[in-house]
């Protein structure tokens, strides 16, 4: 259809039309579906807000909001709706700045020449979302008792306040020695890491490496509620006939680690991987060397932190200027 104005008359009229153009009108079922007419109220957020802030899932809380309302078609809004709704509500968490040191990435991969020994950083982001450093220590191993030293320390000059979650990769040993110091903090692993591990411990299965990070990925990040990862979980293990496998049974153990079905209530900030430690390993190698003697090292790596603290202020002043 195609429409003029005419100035003859002073009004607008239909110059063209071609009725094969036109597209059948949805039926009244489906009116509910369309995007101008769903919307979450104001009173509607306060019951899923409710809902999500006492574990209730997005499917339970919709299917509850489906009853309440007698049919879904009369609730207002679709479930995609109520998902959308709950992560953008995280998401304004963060840009309040309410997240700030509540999501720690810590890592040991960076090591120092003499000694071999690991340099473990303590990671997250500021309000710019730029990477910043919460503590560093040179260790001088690996095991539970330094860890313990390590967690413990960071507490006291963090005036005991513990983050909300914290990132690490798949290590036994750290892991006992978290719950142990930071019980209540929420531990996730670093799902590059477990990918990875997934590659090199499951190929023999998927054949191809597509095929594992396929398999794992949906169990990562697609699938949102607990009922529907364990039957997936079990429908695969079925499907390959890999029951037996351990590595698999200690990763379904370690679910509540990194599946998204049962860390989405858990606060990440958005983060789900220890890249940031990756990003800022590549920053060290840039101010460090492994000639270094360890007065220069740390000479060195008091020079990262003051840059990074001027751009920093470079960010502030640029955020006044605007």
Same mark, same amino acid.
């Not at 369309?34 to 209730?56: C, G, H, N, T, Y």
């Not at 997240?99 to 990435?105: L, R």
């Not at 200690?250 to 860390?263: G, I, P, Q, S």
């Not at 991987?273 to 800022?280: D, R």
């Given at each position: 259809?195609?429409?003029?104005?005419?100035?003859?008359k002073?009004?607008?009229?239909?110059?063209?039309?071609?009725?094969?153009?036109?597209?059948?009108f949805?039926?009244?079922?489906?009116s509910?579906?369309?995007?101008?007419?769903?919307?979450?109220?104001?009173?509607?957020?306060?019951?899923?807000?409710?809902?999500?802030?006492?574990?209730?899932?997005?499917?339970?809380a919709?299917?509850?909001?489906?009853?309440?309302?007698d049919?879904?078609?009369?609730?207002?809004?679709?479930?995609?709706?109520?998902?959308?709704?709950?992560?953008?509500?995280r998401?304004?968490?963060?840009l309040?700045?309410e997240?700030?040191?509540?999501?720690?990435?810590f890592?040991?991969t960076?090591?120092?020449?003499?000694?071999n020994?690991?340099?473990?950083?303590?990671?997250?982001?500021?309000?710019?979302?730029?990477?910043?450093?919460?503590?560093?220590?040179?260790?001088?191993?690996?095991?539970?008792?330094?860890?313990?030293?390590? =967690?413990?320390? &960071?507490?006291?000059?963090? $005036?005991? #306040?513990?983050? /909300?979650?914290?990132?690490?990769?798949?290590?036994? +040993?750290?892991?006992?020695?978290?719950?142990?110091v930071?019980?209540?903090?929420?531990?996730?692993?670093?799902?590059?890491?477990?990918m990875?591990?997934?590659?090199?411990?499951?190929?023999?299965?998927?054949?191809?490496?597509?095929?594992?990070?396929?398999?794992?990925?949906k169990?990562?990040?697609?699938?949102?509620?607990?009922?529907?990862?364990?039957?997936?979980w079990?429908?695969?293990?079925?499907?390959y006939?890999?029951?037996?496998?351990?590595w698999?049974s200690?990763?379904?153990?370690?679910?509540?680690?990194?599946?998204?079905?049962?860390?989405k209530?858990?606060?990440?900030?958005?983060?789900?991987?220890?890249?940031?430690?990756?990003?800022?390993?590549?920053?060290?190698k840039?101010y460090?060397?492994?000639?270094?003697?360890?007065?220069?090292? =740390?000479?060195? &790596?008091?020079?990262?932190? $003051?840059? #990074?603290?001027? /751009?920093?202020?470079?960010?502030?002043?640029?955020? +006044?200027?605007?």
């Open positions: 259809m195609v429409i003029t104005y005419d100035k003859t002073a009004e607008y009229v239909v110059s063209k039309f071609v009725e094969s153009h036109n597209h059948p949805i039926i009244a079922e489906w509910h579906m369309m995007p101008s007419q769903r919307r979450i109220s104001s009173v509607q957020a306060i019951d899923v807000e409710l809902a999500s802030d006492s574990k209730v899932s997005a499917c339970n919709y299917e509850l909001m489906g009853r309440q309302f049919g879904k078609e009369s609730v207002g809004y679709l479930k995609v709706d109520l998902k959308n709704y709950l992560r953008t509500r998401q304004k968490e963060l309040y700045g997240a700030f040191g509540d999501v720690i990435s890592d040991t960076y090591k120092v020449v003499h000694g020994r690991p340099f473990a950083i303590f990671l997250g982001m500021n309000h710019y979302r730029e990477i910043a450093v919460f503590g560093a220590a040179l260790m001088y191993d690996e095991i539970a008792d330094s860890f313990v030293w390590l =967690f413990e320390t &960071f507490l006291k000059v963090m $005036s005991r #306040k513990a983050p /909300k979650t914290i990132i690490t990769d798949q290590d036994a +040993v750290m892991a006992k020695a978290l719950k142990q930071m019980p209540v903090t929420k531990h996730h692993l670093c799902v590059w890491h477990l990875n591990n997934a590659q090199k411990n499951l190929l023999f299965l998927f054949k191809r490496v597509e095929g594992v990070k396929k398999v794992i990925s169990l990562m990040f697609q699938i949102e509620e607990e009922d529907d990862f364990i039957r997936e079990n429908l695969m293990i079925a499907e006939g890999v029951a037996g496998n351990k698999l200690t990763l379904l153990d370690l679910r509540h680690k990194w599946a998204l079905a049962f860390v209530h858990d606060w990440s900030a958005g983060m789900s991987s220890t890249q940031l430690s990756e990003s800022f390993n590549g920053q060290l840039y460090l060397s492994r000639q270094l003697i360890l007065p220069e090292f =740390f000479t060195h &790596f008091d020079r990262l932190l $003051s840059d #990074k603290r001027y /751009k920093e202020y470079e960010a502030e002043y640029g955020l +006044v200027e605007r």
